[in-house]
């Protein structure tokens, strides 16, 4: 598929829903693209193509998880899940950031998994603002690990977040 046949198919299979989570907010909901077997295939060759020659692909809590795992998959790779805080048992290493309106952690754990001069590439399904990508970023570089790349389903470009992860190449399968 050429880059244009899978942005209007990430874009068909979208649903937006107006006023959510607040007034004036027009949420994209992937659930539709994820449940389509043909979309969910397309969209996972697309992102693989990102991640080829990594160690690791890295999926952001929670639907990342879904897409990072599917890749790791196409890949014959495992899949690193990068968890909300306080959902793994210690030790872990985490990563605390800020949001709009508060902070996040994030983590892994810290042992039972070698990071160390791995090639992770971060797997998500949605690229706002940056912050959680940018900390997840922060979070494997810490634990010795290289980041080559991310890759997203979606980009919302009005709120910057590809600026947030420079240098980072960052590929998104759609930007609105």
């Known amino acids: 598929m050429t880059d ?14 107006p006023d959510f989570p607040e ?28 991640a080829e020659g990594a160690d690791l692909v890295a999926g952001i809590d929670a639907r990342g998880f879904l897409l990072g795992a599917a890749v790791a998959l196409r890949l014959g790779i495992g899949v690193l899940a990068v968890r909300k805080g306080g959902k793994l048992p210690p030790p872990v290493h985490s990563e605390t950031y800020q949001l709009e309106y508060g902070s996040a952690t994030l983590e892994l754990p810290a042992d039972g998994i070698e990071l160390d001069g791995r090639r992770i590439v971060i797997i998500d399904d949605v690229l706002a603002t940056g ?25 919302l470009s009005a709120l910057s977040g590809r600026e947030v992860l420079e240098p980072l190449p960052v590929t998104s399968l759609l930007m609105i």
């Open 23 to 50: 007034p004036g907010i027009q949420f994209k909901d992937l659930t539709p693209l994820l449940a389509d077997a043909h979309g969910l295939a397309k969209v996972t060759d697309a992102l693989a193509e990102t």
């Open 4 to 17: 244009q046949d899978i942005s209007m198919l990430v874009a068909s299979l979208m649903r937006e829903v």
């Open 131 to 155: 912050g959680t990508m940018a900390a997840t970023e922060k979070l494997l570089r810490r634990c010795g690990a290289m980041v080559p790349a991310a890759a997203v389903v979606l980009e």
